[in-house]
Protein backbone atom coordinates (compact mmCIF):
# COMPACT_ATOMS: atom_id res chain seq x y z
CA UNK A 1 0.00 0.00 0.00
CA UNK A 2 1.30 3.75 -1.06
CA UNK A 3 2.87 5.82 2.21
CA UNK A 4 0.89 8.21 4.40
CA UNK A 5 2.27 11.41 5.33
CA UNK A 6 0.57 14.04 7.60
CA UNK A 7 1.45 17.50 7.39
CA UNK A 8 0.69 18.79 10.90
CA UNK A 9 1.48 21.59 13.72
CA UNK A 10 2.40 20.43 17.07
CA UNK A 11 -0.24 22.92 18.65
CA UNK A 12 -3.06 22.33 16.35
CA UNK A 13 -6.13 20.79 17.95
CA UNK A 14 -6.96 19.80 14.34
CA UNK A 15 -3.40 17.60 13.55
CA UNK A 16 -4.53 15.80 17.05
CA UNK A 17 -7.88 14.55 15.57
CA UNK A 18 -6.05 12.83 12.46
CA UNK A 19 -3.19 12.10 14.53
CA UNK A 20 -5.22 9.85 16.89
CA UNK A 21 -7.24 8.48 14.07
CA UNK A 22 -4.29 6.85 12.45
CA UNK A 23 -2.99 5.60 16.16
CA UNK A 24 -6.14 4.08 16.72
CA UNK A 25 -6.15 2.75 13.73
CA UNK A 26 -2.69 1.26 13.69
CA UNK A 27 -1.72 2.89 10.63
CA UNK A 28 2.48 4.03 9.81
CA UNK A 29 2.74 7.48 8.92
CA UNK A 30 5.46 9.87 8.16
CA UNK A 31 4.66 12.94 10.86
CA UNK A 32 5.89 16.29 8.79
CA UNK A 33 5.63 19.15 11.05
CA UNK A 34 5.02 22.30 9.42
CA UNK A 35 6.54 25.81 10.60
CA UNK A 36 2.84 27.96 10.21
CA UNK A 37 4.82 31.36 9.85
CA UNK A 38 6.72 29.47 6.88
CA UNK A 39 4.57 27.23 5.35
CA UNK A 40 5.74 24.59 2.85
CA UNK A 41 5.89 24.89 -0.46
CA UNK A 42 4.53 21.45 -1.11
CA UNK A 43 1.40 22.34 2.03
CA UNK A 44 0.42 25.13 -0.25
CA UNK A 45 0.36 23.21 -3.60
CA UNK A 46 -1.75 20.09 -1.47
CA UNK A 47 -3.94 22.46 0.47
CA UNK A 48 -4.51 25.58 -2.26
CA UNK A 49 -8.06 26.34 -0.78
CA UNK A 50 -7.58 26.74 2.71
CA UNK A 51 -3.41 27.18 3.10
CA UNK A 52 -4.13 25.06 6.15
CA UNK A 53 -2.45 21.81 8.20
CA UNK A 54 -3.51 19.00 8.83
CA UNK A 55 -3.03 17.55 4.86
CA UNK A 56 -2.90 13.96 4.68
CA UNK A 57 -0.90 12.72 1.74
CA UNK A 58 -1.79 9.13 0.99
CA UNK A 59 0.46 8.15 -2.26
CA UNK A 60 0.56 10.75 -4.09
CA UNK A 61 -2.87 11.95 -3.32
CA UNK A 62 -3.92 14.75 -0.40
CA UNK A 63 -6.95 14.67 1.55
CA UNK A 64 -7.78 17.70 3.20
CA UNK A 65 -10.09 19.21 7.01
CA UNK A 66 -9.60 17.27 9.82
CA UNK A 67 -12.91 15.39 10.02
CA UNK A 68 -13.29 14.27 6.10
CA UNK A 69 -9.62 12.82 7.13
CA UNK A 70 -10.98 11.25 9.51
CA UNK A 71 -13.94 9.96 7.09
CA UNK A 72 -11.17 8.98 4.68
CA UNK A 73 -8.98 6.83 6.94
CA UNK A 74 -12.37 5.05 8.12
CA UNK A 75 -13.15 4.05 4.48
CA UNK A 76 -9.45 3.62 3.42
CA UNK A 77 -8.54 0.87 6.72
CA UNK A 78 -11.73 -1.11 8.14
CA UNK A 79 -9.76 -1.52 11.61
CA UNK A 80 -10.60 -0.67 14.90
CA UNK A 81 -13.84 1.23 13.49
CA UNK A 82 -14.42 4.80 14.21
CA UNK A 83 -18.01 4.87 12.95
CA UNK A 84 -20.96 2.22 13.44
CA UNK A 85 -22.27 -0.18 11.01
CA UNK A 86 -25.70 0.76 11.23
CA UNK A 87 -26.79 3.76 8.73
CA UNK A 88 -29.03 5.62 11.25
CA UNK A 89 -26.48 5.02 14.26
CA UNK A 90 -24.02 6.39 11.56
CA UNK A 91 -26.11 9.43 10.79
CA UNK A 92 -26.81 9.86 14.99
CA UNK A 93 -22.70 10.10 14.99
CA UNK A 94 -22.21 12.51 11.91
CA UNK A 95 -24.71 14.82 13.59
CA UNK A 96 -22.66 15.60 16.48
CA UNK A 97 -19.63 15.80 14.25
CA UNK A 98 -21.26 18.53 11.98
CA UNK A 99 -22.72 20.26 15.68
CA UNK A 100 -19.02 20.08 17.01
CA UNK A 101 -17.71 21.37 13.94
CA UNK A 102 -20.19 24.05 13.13
CA UNK A 103 -20.19 25.52 17.44
CA UNK A 104 -16.60 24.96 18.35
CA UNK A 105 -15.15 28.14 16.43
CA UNK A 106 -16.98 29.96 19.17
CA UNK A 107 -14.61 28.70 21.52
CA UNK A 108 -11.17 29.60 19.01
CA UNK A 109 -13.56 33.15 18.85
CA UNK A 110 -13.08 33.14 23.28
CA UNK A 111 -9.38 33.26 22.89
CA UNK A 112 -8.70 35.27 19.38
CA UNK A 113 -11.53 38.41 21.15
CA UNK A 114 -11.95 40.49 23.90
CA UNK A 115 -14.71 42.40 25.27
CA UNK A 116 -18.61 42.19 24.21
CA UNK A 117 -17.39 39.90 21.31
CA UNK A 118 -15.40 37.46 23.59
CA UNK A 119 -19.12 37.76 26.11
CA UNK A 120 -20.89 36.59 23.48
CA UNK A 121 -18.75 33.88 21.86
CA UNK A 122 -17.87 32.78 25.64
CA UNK A 123 -21.76 32.30 26.34
CA UNK A 124 -22.19 30.23 22.92
CA UNK A 125 -19.13 28.03 23.92
CA UNK A 126 -21.41 27.51 26.79
CA UNK A 127 -24.40 26.63 24.77
CA UNK A 128 -22.43 24.23 22.51
CA UNK A 129 -21.45 22.04 25.70
CA UNK A 130 -25.08 22.98 27.84
CA UNK A 131 -26.57 20.94 24.68
CA UNK A 132 -23.95 18.38 24.13
CA UNK A 133 -24.64 17.52 27.87
CA UNK A 134 -28.04 17.42 27.97
CA UNK A 135 -28.67 15.46 24.39
CA UNK A 136 -24.94 14.20 23.82
CA UNK A 137 -25.30 10.45 22.81
CA UNK A 138 -22.81 9.24 25.23
CA UNK A 139 -25.36 8.82 28.45
CA UNK A 140 -24.51 6.46 30.84
CA UNK A 141 -21.00 5.63 28.76
CA UNK A 142 -17.82 5.77 28.82
CA UNK A 143 -16.97 7.44 25.48
CA UNK A 144 -19.38 9.10 22.54
CA UNK A 145 -18.59 5.99 20.89
CA UNK A 146 -19.66 3.50 23.60
CA UNK A 147 -16.42 1.46 25.16
CA UNK A 148 -14.36 2.60 22.41
CA UNK A 149 -13.50 6.11 21.01
CA UNK A 150 -15.34 6.95 17.98
CA UNK A 151 -15.38 9.54 15.26
CA UNK A 152 -17.49 11.50 17.75
CA UNK A 153 -14.69 11.52 20.96
CA UNK A 154 -11.86 12.60 18.02
CA UNK A 155 -13.85 15.66 16.66
CA UNK A 156 -15.03 16.69 20.37
CA UNK A 157 -11.70 16.41 22.04
CA UNK A 158 -9.86 18.53 19.65
CA UNK A 159 -12.04 20.94 20.97
CA UNK A 160 -12.15 19.60 24.81
CA UNK A 161 -8.72 19.12 25.25
CA UNK A 162 -7.63 22.54 24.37
CA UNK A 163 -10.29 24.14 25.83
CA UNK A 164 -8.76 24.53 29.35
CA UNK A 165 -5.79 26.33 27.72
CA UNK A 166 -8.09 28.42 26.02
CA UNK A 167 -9.43 29.74 29.04
CA UNK A 168 -6.00 30.03 30.59
CA UNK A 169 -4.52 32.31 28.24
CA UNK A 170 -8.02 34.39 27.68
CA UNK A 171 -8.93 34.49 31.29
CA UNK A 172 -12.50 33.62 30.21
CA UNK A 173 -14.08 30.66 31.83
CA UNK A 174 -16.61 28.42 29.39
CA UNK A 175 -16.40 25.22 30.81
CA UNK A 176 -18.48 25.01 34.41
CA UNK A 177 -17.60 21.37 35.36
CA UNK A 178 -20.32 21.46 38.10
CA UNK A 179 -22.75 22.21 35.58
CA UNK A 180 -21.66 19.52 32.76
CA UNK A 181 -20.99 16.03 35.16
CA UNK A 182 -21.44 14.04 32.23
CA UNK A 183 -18.93 16.17 29.43
CA UNK A 184 -16.45 16.22 32.78
CA UNK A 185 -16.41 12.59 33.49
CA UNK A 186 -16.24 12.69 29.51
CA UNK A 187 -12.82 14.57 29.63
CA UNK A 188 -11.35 11.96 32.52
CA UNK A 189 -12.11 9.11 30.30
CA UNK A 190 -11.19 10.71 27.14
CA UNK A 191 -7.68 11.89 28.26
CA UNK A 192 -6.76 9.07 30.22
CA UNK A 193 -7.07 7.13 26.76
CA UNK A 194 -3.56 5.79 26.62
CA UNK A 195 -3.70 6.91 22.44
CA UNK A 196 -4.66 10.22 23.56
CA UNK A 197 -2.39 10.63 26.78
CA UNK A 198 0.36 10.15 24.73
CA UNK A 199 -0.74 12.20 21.54
CA UNK A 200 -1.21 15.75 23.22
CA UNK A 201 0.91 18.85 23.66
CA UNK A 202 2.83 19.43 26.86
CA UNK A 203 0.22 22.00 28.17
CA UNK A 204 2.47 24.50 29.77
CA UNK A 205 3.95 24.41 26.54
CA UNK A 206 0.86 25.01 24.65
CA UNK A 207 0.07 27.58 27.00
CA UNK A 208 3.00 29.59 26.25
CA UNK A 209 2.71 29.54 22.41
CA UNK A 210 -1.10 30.66 22.59
CA UNK A 211 -0.15 33.05 24.87
CA UNK A 212 2.10 34.34 22.35
CA UNK A 213 0.22 34.21 19.46
CA UNK A 214 -3.08 35.72 21.53
CA UNK A 215 -0.39 39.10 22.22
CA UNK A 216 0.15 39.38 19.20
CA UNK A 217 -3.35 39.21 17.31
CA UNK A 218 -4.47 41.36 19.72
CA UNK A 219 -1.48 43.96 19.49
CA UNK A 220 -1.74 44.14 15.89
CA UNK A 221 -5.63 44.57 15.66
CA UNK A 222 -5.61 47.71 17.95
CA UNK A 223 -2.75 49.37 16.04
CA UNK A 224 -4.85 49.13 12.32
CA UNK B 1 -37.15 32.11 7.91
CA UNK B 2 -36.22 28.97 5.81
CA UNK B 3 -34.97 26.87 8.26
CA UNK B 4 -30.88 25.76 9.33
CA UNK B 5 -30.58 29.58 7.28
CA UNK B 6 -31.37 30.78 10.49
CA UNK B 7 -28.71 28.84 12.17
CA UNK B 8 -25.98 30.01 9.78
CA UNK B 9 -27.08 33.84 9.64
CA UNK B 10 -26.22 33.73 13.55
CA UNK B 11 -23.33 31.85 13.67
CA UNK B 12 -21.54 33.93 10.84
CA UNK B 13 -21.82 36.79 13.39
CA UNK B 14 -25.03 38.78 14.34
CA UNK B 15 -27.00 39.63 11.36
CA UNK B 16 -29.14 37.00 12.07
CA UNK B 17 -32.35 38.10 12.61
CA UNK B 18 -34.29 35.91 11.43
CA UNK B 19 -38.66 36.16 10.30
CA UNK B 20 -39.90 33.04 10.88
CA UNK B 21 -43.32 32.18 9.26
CA UNK B 22 -46.19 35.20 8.23
CA UNK B 23 -48.85 35.07 6.37
CA UNK B 24 -47.79 35.24 3.03
CA UNK B 25 -45.30 32.34 3.68
CA UNK B 26 -45.93 30.13 0.56
CA UNK B 27 -46.54 26.54 0.11
CA UNK B 28 -47.69 23.88 -2.66
CA UNK B 29 -50.63 21.78 -2.24
CA UNK B 30 -51.35 19.34 -5.16
CA UNK B 31 -48.93 21.63 -7.50
CA UNK B 32 -50.48 25.05 -7.13
CA UNK B 33 -48.67 27.84 -4.92
CA UNK B 34 -50.65 29.26 -2.02
CA UNK B 35 -50.07 30.87 0.83
CA UNK B 36 -50.11 29.97 4.37
CA UNK B 37 -53.39 32.03 4.80
CA UNK B 38 -55.12 30.41 2.49
CA UNK B 39 -53.88 26.69 4.03
CA UNK B 40 -55.07 27.96 7.25
CA UNK B 41 -50.83 26.83 8.54
CA UNK B 42 -51.76 23.41 9.18
CA UNK B 43 -48.69 21.51 7.65
CA UNK B 44 -49.80 20.25 4.13
CA UNK B 45 -48.97 16.26 3.47
CA UNK B 46 -47.81 15.66 -0.23
CA UNK B 47 -47.46 12.24 -0.97
CA UNK B 48 -44.32 12.03 -4.09
CA UNK B 49 -44.81 9.65 -6.24
CA UNK B 50 -47.76 8.11 -5.72
CA UNK B 51 -51.52 7.94 -6.22
CA UNK B 52 -53.71 8.73 -3.43
CA UNK B 53 -55.09 5.36 -2.80
CA UNK B 54 -50.99 3.79 -3.16
CA UNK B 55 -50.04 6.40 -0.97
CA UNK B 56 -52.73 5.61 2.19
CA UNK B 57 -51.99 1.97 2.00
CA UNK B 58 -48.31 2.43 1.54
CA UNK B 59 -48.80 4.80 5.04
CA UNK B 60 -50.92 2.23 6.49
CA UNK B 61 -48.79 -1.08 6.22
CA UNK B 62 -45.47 0.47 5.82
CA UNK B 63 -44.90 2.39 9.03
CA UNK B 64 -42.14 0.51 9.90
CA UNK B 65 -40.10 1.35 6.41
CA UNK B 66 -41.83 4.73 5.88
CA UNK B 67 -40.35 7.58 4.79
CA UNK B 68 -41.31 10.98 5.58
CA UNK B 69 -39.58 14.35 5.15
CA UNK B 70 -40.14 17.58 6.57
CA UNK B 71 -39.56 20.43 5.03
CA UNK B 72 -40.59 23.96 4.05
CA UNK B 73 -40.87 25.84 1.09
CA UNK B 74 -38.08 27.13 -0.63
CA UNK B 75 -35.27 26.68 1.42
CA UNK B 76 -32.33 24.80 -0.11
CA UNK B 77 -31.61 22.17 2.57
CA UNK B 78 -34.97 20.90 2.39
CA UNK B 79 -34.64 20.54 -1.65
CA UNK B 80 -31.69 18.85 -1.54
CA UNK B 81 -33.47 16.07 0.04
CA UNK B 82 -36.20 16.06 -1.88
CA UNK B 83 -33.52 15.87 -5.25
CA UNK B 84 -31.77 12.99 -3.56
CA UNK B 85 -34.61 10.88 -2.56
CA UNK B 86 -36.02 11.48 -5.99
CA UNK B 87 -32.92 10.09 -7.69
CA UNK B 88 -32.55 7.27 -6.00
CA UNK B 89 -36.49 6.53 -6.53
CA UNK B 90 -37.70 6.39 -2.73
CA UNK B 91 -41.03 6.92 -1.95
CA UNK B 92 -41.67 9.81 0.41
CA UNK B 93 -44.31 11.39 2.61
CA UNK B 94 -43.75 15.40 2.38
CA UNK B 95 -44.55 17.52 4.76
CA UNK B 96 -44.49 21.02 4.79
CA UNK B 97 -43.72 22.84 8.07
CA UNK B 98 -45.11 26.20 9.09
CA UNK B 99 -41.78 27.63 10.65
CA UNK B 100 -44.14 30.29 12.62
CA UNK B 101 -45.92 27.07 14.18
CA UNK B 102 -43.39 24.41 14.35
CA UNK B 103 -44.92 20.89 14.68
CA UNK B 104 -44.34 18.65 17.60
CA UNK B 105 -43.46 16.18 15.29
CA UNK B 106 -40.39 18.56 14.55
CA UNK B 107 -39.86 19.13 17.98
CA UNK B 108 -39.89 16.08 18.69
CA UNK B 109 -37.59 15.20 15.82
CA UNK B 110 -34.95 17.61 16.28
CA UNK B 111 -34.21 18.62 19.72
CA UNK B 112 -31.17 20.57 19.32
CA UNK B 113 -31.71 22.76 16.19
CA UNK B 114 -35.65 22.41 15.73
CA UNK B 115 -35.10 23.08 12.49
CA UNK B 116 -36.08 21.65 8.93
CA UNK B 117 -35.00 19.15 7.41
CA UNK B 118 -36.08 16.35 9.20
CA UNK B 119 -35.98 12.67 7.18
CA UNK B 120 -37.93 10.15 9.23
CA UNK B 121 -37.36 6.50 8.25
CA UNK B 122 -39.22 3.63 10.21
CA UNK B 123 -40.01 6.31 12.98
CA UNK B 124 -36.40 7.00 12.98
CA UNK B 125 -35.47 10.51 12.74
CA UNK B 126 -32.25 11.49 10.92
CA UNK B 127 -31.59 15.98 11.14
CA UNK B 128 -29.31 17.92 9.24
CA UNK B 129 -29.10 18.12 5.44
CA UNK B 130 -25.66 17.00 4.79
CA UNK B 131 -25.96 14.37 7.12
CA UNK B 132 -29.41 13.32 6.00
CA UNK B 133 -27.77 13.08 2.54
CA UNK B 134 -25.04 10.80 3.24
CA UNK B 135 -27.56 8.59 5.35
CA UNK B 136 -30.21 8.31 1.85
CA UNK B 137 -26.61 7.57 0.06
CA UNK B 138 -26.02 4.49 2.78
CA UNK B 139 -29.56 3.48 2.78
CA UNK B 140 -30.59 3.01 -0.46
CA UNK B 141 -27.35 1.92 -2.20
CA UNK B 142 -29.26 1.92 -5.94
CA UNK B 143 -28.04 5.24 -8.39
CA UNK B 144 -25.20 5.70 -6.18
CA UNK B 145 -24.63 9.36 -5.50
CA UNK B 146 -21.05 9.81 -3.89
CA UNK B 147 -18.26 8.50 -5.87
CA UNK B 148 -16.88 4.93 -4.86
CA UNK B 149 -13.68 5.72 -4.34
CA UNK B 150 -12.41 6.63 -0.81
CA UNK B 151 -10.32 10.08 -2.16
CA UNK B 152 -12.51 11.42 -4.75
CA UNK B 153 -15.47 11.01 -2.05
CA UNK B 154 -13.12 12.75 0.83
CA UNK B 155 -13.02 15.43 -2.49
CA UNK B 156 -17.09 15.61 -2.73
CA UNK B 157 -16.67 15.73 1.31
CA UNK B 158 -14.32 18.60 1.34
CA UNK B 159 -16.29 20.52 -1.00
CA UNK B 160 -19.78 20.04 0.84
CA UNK B 161 -18.01 21.57 3.88
CA UNK B 162 -16.67 24.11 2.13
CA UNK B 163 -19.63 25.39 0.23
CA UNK B 164 -22.09 24.78 3.49
CA UNK B 165 -19.22 27.23 5.31
CA UNK B 166 -19.45 29.64 2.92
CA UNK B 167 -23.02 30.00 2.19
CA UNK B 168 -23.89 32.76 5.40
CA UNK B 169 -22.00 35.10 3.00
CA UNK B 170 -24.50 34.92 0.36
CA UNK B 171 -27.38 35.38 2.65
CA UNK B 172 -25.15 38.14 3.70
CA UNK B 173 -25.33 40.03 0.53
CA UNK B 174 -29.33 39.44 0.27
CA UNK B 175 -29.45 40.91 3.92
CA UNK B 176 -27.55 44.06 3.96
CA UNK B 177 -26.74 47.29 2.48
CA UNK B 178 -23.73 49.87 2.13
CA UNK B 179 -20.37 49.03 3.01
CA UNK B 180 -21.23 45.70 4.83
CA UNK B 181 -23.07 44.22 1.40
CA UNK B 182 -20.00 45.88 -0.33
CA UNK B 183 -17.81 43.15 1.76
CA UNK B 184 -20.10 40.45 1.14
CA UNK B 185 -20.21 40.60 -2.41
CA UNK B 186 -16.22 41.05 -2.62
CA UNK B 187 -16.31 37.66 0.22
CA UNK B 188 -18.99 36.05 -2.30
CA UNK B 189 -16.91 36.50 -5.67
CA UNK B 190 -14.10 35.29 -4.42
CA UNK B 191 -16.06 31.80 -3.13
CA UNK B 192 -17.13 31.94 -6.60
CA UNK B 193 -13.39 32.15 -7.78
CA UNK B 194 -12.90 29.34 -5.61
CA UNK B 195 -15.26 26.99 -6.89
CA UNK B 196 -14.29 28.02 -10.37
CA UNK B 197 -10.69 27.85 -10.37
CA UNK B 198 -10.51 24.33 -8.36
CA UNK B 199 -14.11 22.58 -8.07
CA UNK B 200 -15.03 22.31 -11.31
CA UNK B 201 -12.95 20.12 -14.31
CA UNK B 202 -13.20 21.34 -17.89
CA UNK B 203 -14.43 18.17 -19.00
CA UNK B 204 -17.61 17.48 -15.87
CA UNK B 205 -21.02 17.57 -16.84
CA UNK B 206 -21.27 17.87 -13.23
CA UNK B 207 -18.71 18.11 -9.84
CA UNK B 208 -17.97 14.36 -10.38
CA UNK B 209 -17.99 13.66 -13.59
CA UNK B 210 -21.30 12.77 -16.02
CA UNK B 211 -24.31 11.73 -13.40
CA UNK B 212 -25.63 14.14 -10.81
CA UNK B 213 -24.18 13.60 -7.49
CA UNK B 214 -24.30 15.05 -3.50
CA UNK B 215 -22.33 17.72 -4.28
CA UNK B 216 -24.42 18.81 -6.82
CA UNK B 217 -27.62 18.55 -4.77
CA UNK B 218 -25.22 20.69 -1.77
CA UNK B 219 -24.08 23.19 -4.37
CA UNK B 220 -27.65 23.30 -5.84
CA UNK B 221 -28.91 26.34 -4.46
CA UNK B 222 -26.01 28.33 -6.59
CA UNK B 223 -28.29 27.19 -9.48
CA UNK B 224 -32.28 28.49 -8.43
CA UNK B 225 -31.93 30.41 -5.19
CA UNK B 226 -28.57 32.56 -5.72
CA UNK B 227 -30.21 33.91 -9.38
CA UNK B 228 -33.46 34.93 -7.28
CA UNK B 229 -30.97 36.87 -4.33
CA UNK B 230 -29.06 38.57 -7.58
CA UNK B 231 -32.09 39.69 -8.70
CA UNK B 232 -33.48 41.09 -5.24
CA UNK B 233 -30.43 43.34 -4.52
CA UNK B 234 -30.14 44.14 -8.17
CA UNK B 235 -26.34 43.08 -8.19
CA UNK B 236 -25.22 40.42 -10.30
CA UNK B 237 -22.53 37.91 -8.76
CA UNK B 238 -22.53 35.02 -11.25
CA UNK B 239 -21.22 36.40 -14.72
CA UNK B 240 -21.03 34.02 -17.46
CA UNK B 241 -18.09 35.64 -18.75
CA UNK B 242 -16.50 35.47 -15.23
CA UNK B 243 -16.96 32.11 -13.89
CA UNK B 244 -17.78 30.34 -17.13
CA UNK B 245 -17.33 26.54 -15.52
CA UNK B 246 -19.75 27.10 -12.82
CA UNK B 247 -21.91 28.92 -15.50
CA UNK B 248 -22.25 25.84 -17.51
CA UNK B 249 -22.34 23.53 -14.73
CA UNK B 250 -25.59 25.96 -13.32
CA UNK B 251 -27.42 24.96 -16.96
CA UNK B 252 -26.52 21.41 -16.53
CA UNK B 253 -27.75 21.17 -13.17
CA UNK B 254 -31.11 22.86 -13.78
CA UNK B 255 -31.75 20.63 -16.94
CA UNK B 256 -31.47 17.67 -15.53
CA UNK B 257 -34.92 15.89 -15.43
CA UNK B 258 -35.21 15.58 -11.96
CA UNK B 259 -34.00 18.81 -10.74
CA UNK B 260 -35.92 20.34 -13.59
CA UNK B 261 -39.37 18.85 -12.26
CA UNK B 262 -39.42 20.32 -8.87
CA UNK B 263 -37.50 23.88 -8.71
CA UNK B 264 -39.58 26.49 -6.71
CA UNK B 265 -40.97 29.23 -8.61
CA UNK B 266 -38.49 32.21 -9.63
CA UNK B 267 -41.43 34.57 -9.07
CA UNK B 268 -42.42 33.11 -5.75
CA UNK B 269 -38.75 33.30 -4.32
CA UNK B 270 -38.64 37.16 -5.53
CA UNK B 271 -41.76 37.74 -3.75
CA UNK B 272 -40.14 36.05 -0.59
CA UNK B 273 -36.82 37.06 -0.48
CA UNK B 274 -37.56 40.56 -1.55
CA UNK B 275 -39.96 40.57 1.96
CA UNK B 276 -36.74 38.70 4.00
CA UNK B 277 -34.28 41.31 2.80
CA UNK B 278 -36.88 44.12 3.88
CA UNK B 279 -37.50 42.71 7.10
CA UNK B 280 -33.47 42.81 8.27
CA UNK B 281 -32.99 46.11 6.74
CA UNK B 282 -35.67 47.80 7.98
CA UNK B 283 -35.19 46.02 11.73
CA UNK B 284 -30.62 47.14 11.29
CA UNK B 285 -31.77 50.81 10.66
CA UNK B 286 -34.85 50.79 13.66
CA UNK B 287 -31.80 49.81 15.98
CA UNK B 288 -29.67 52.65 15.07
Same mark, same amino acid.
Given at each position: ????????????????????????????????? #??????????????????????????????? &?????????????????????????????? +????????????????????????????????????????????? *??????????????????????????????????? +??????????????????????? &?? =????????????????????????? | ??????????????????? #? *?????? !????????????????? $?????????????????????????????????????????????????????????????????????????????????????????????????????????????????? +???? +?? &???????????????????????????? =??????? !????????? !??????????????????????? &?????????????????????????????????????????????????????? $????
Amino acid at each position: MDGVKLHAFWASPFSARVIWALKIKGIPFEHIE #EDLPNKSALLLQYNPVHKKIPVLVHGPRPVC &ESMVIVEYLEETWPQHPLLPTDPHKRAVAR +FWVKFIEDKSPNVWMVYRTVGEEQEKARRDSSEMLSILEEHGPNK *GKKFFGGDSINIVDIAFGGVALWMGAMEEVSGCKM +FDAAKLPRLNAWIANFKSSPVIA &EN =LPDRGKLCDHLARLREKRLSSSTSK | MIGEIETLSKSSGGDGRAE #E *GGDEQF !ARQDGALKTFKELNKKP $THHRFGLGRTEGIVLISWGFMEGVKLLGTWPSPFSYRVIWALKLKGVKFEYVEEDLGNKSDELLRCNPVHKKIPVLIHGGRPVAESTVILEYIEESWPQNPLLPQDPYDKSVAR +FWIR +FI &EDKTPVFFRFCHSTGEQQEEAIREAKKV =LKTIEEH !ALREEDKFF !AGDKIGLQDLVFGWLAWLLQALE &EVVGVKLLEASEYPRLHRWVQNFRAHDVIRSDLPEHNAMLAYFKRIRETFISSS $TSAV
